[in-house]
């Protein structure tokens, strides 16, 4: 079998279908777009072809591939126009479990028998997503990160009833997308990025509201701070890889983990006065050039990414 799917069909044009529809562009795949609403179609002919396009300033496509990619890209007009003669059909509709079961059942009467059924979910168990379509061996979430077409790293989550075979074909298609798949053994709710995120983000957002640092100090202490080091390599090699390794690393430091872990942040809901001050915070360090801002966050992650590639291939 080729990596390269005859058709992919991206259903909902939010930030991450349009990222998928970019990314598989940007690699000369043909996509189609479907979306509910007809506004999230326009956004779509206009976000696709400039998110496929800035691949190339960031150096992660090369320009006649994107616009070989390009000229195959369209914007279906019913869910049966985009999925029936698709090889792979990536759900990336709002987070709402229902939505993804009722579009699945949808999905599942007008797809082929060969067709592959990905959802980007960022956090529900497959097994949820998938509850009501008949033959379930073809269907995993595959959760990409945002922006999709730039962050390599996506989630490969089965379900019991997912065949081996479609995990193996969802990889492949990835890898040949330049993506970096990770496995997971089981399936959990958030799975494992999304439960890093939110165990790292309850933390900063409380140190905001407690007033110990302003939202921009923070977002440098992270971005500098730990995720530079977890961005070289996880926490388990960039910890204990001094000299002495795992062991003298726990003898040294656990002490001082135990005692922050025990007065960390365990609040499970942000109340609304809460919500208020957030987003004043952010609003504060940010609004006033957000887009310029985003442009610079995505050039950074271009360079980033360069860099790394050319480390690991050195
Ligand atoms: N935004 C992120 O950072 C992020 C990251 C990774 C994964 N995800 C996941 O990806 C999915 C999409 O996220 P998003 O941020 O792009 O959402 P979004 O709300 O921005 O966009 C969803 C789009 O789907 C359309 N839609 C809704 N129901 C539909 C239906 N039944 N048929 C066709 N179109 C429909 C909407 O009109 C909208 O354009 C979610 O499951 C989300 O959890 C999001």
Redesign the pocket.
């Known amino acids: 079998m080729t990596t390269m799917p005859g058709k992919v069909a991206v259903?909902?044009?939010?930030?991450?279908?349009?990222g998928w529809a970019a990314l598989c562009a940007s690699a000369g795949w043909p996509v189609t777009v479907?979306?509910?609403?007809a506004?999230?179609l326009e956004?779509a002919a206009a976000e696709v072809p400039r998110r496929t396009r800035a691949l190339v300033a960031l150096e992660r496509a090369t320009q006649g591939i994107v616009e070989r990619g390009l000229l195959e890209f369209t914007q279906a007009r019913s869910?049966l126009q985009a999925v029936q003669d698709a090889e792979w059909v990536i759900e990336?509709?709002?987070?709402d479990a229902i939505?993804?079961q009722?579009?699945f059942g949808s999905i599942e009467q007008v797809a082929g028998p060969d067709t592959l059924l990905t959802?980007?979910?960022?956090?529900i168990p497959p097994a949820e997503i998938f509850a009501r379509c008949r033959r379930q061996d073809r269907c995993l979430v595959a959760?990409?990160?945002?922006p999709?077409e730039l962050i390599p790293l996506v989630e490969v989550v089965p379900a019991a009833r997912t065949s081996a075979a479609a995990v193996v074909r969802t990889q492949e298609y990835l890898r040949a997308l330049g993506r970096m798949p990770i496995l997971l053994k089981k399936p959990i709710p958030g799975y494992v990025v999304g439960r890093i995120t939110a165990a790292v983000w309850r933390q900063c957002i409380d140190l905001v509201l407690e007033g110990v640092i302003d939202v921009d100090q923070l977002d440098r202490a992270v971005s500098l701070g730990p995720a530079l080091g977890w961005a070289a390599a996880g926490p388990h090699l960039t910890y204990p890889a001094g000299d002495g390794g795992v062991t003298l690393f726990l003898q040294q430091l656990l002490g001082s983990f135990e005692s922050w872990w025990g007065q960390l942040a365990t609040w499970q809901r942000l109340e609304p006065e809460q919500q208020r001050a957030l987003i004043q915070s952010i609003e504060r360090a940010y609004k006033s050039n957000i887009e310029q801002l985003r442009e610079a966050r995505d050039r950074r992650l271009g360079a980033i990414l360069r860099v790394l590639e050319q480390a690991r291939t050195a």
Request: hydrophobic share 30%; proline share 3%; glycine share 14%.
């Open positions: 259903i909902g044009a939010g930030d991450i279908g349009c479907f979306d509910a609403t506004q999230g956004r869910l990336a509709i709002s987070e939505a993804k009722k579009l959802s980007s979910s960022s956090g959760h990409p990160l945002n999709t």
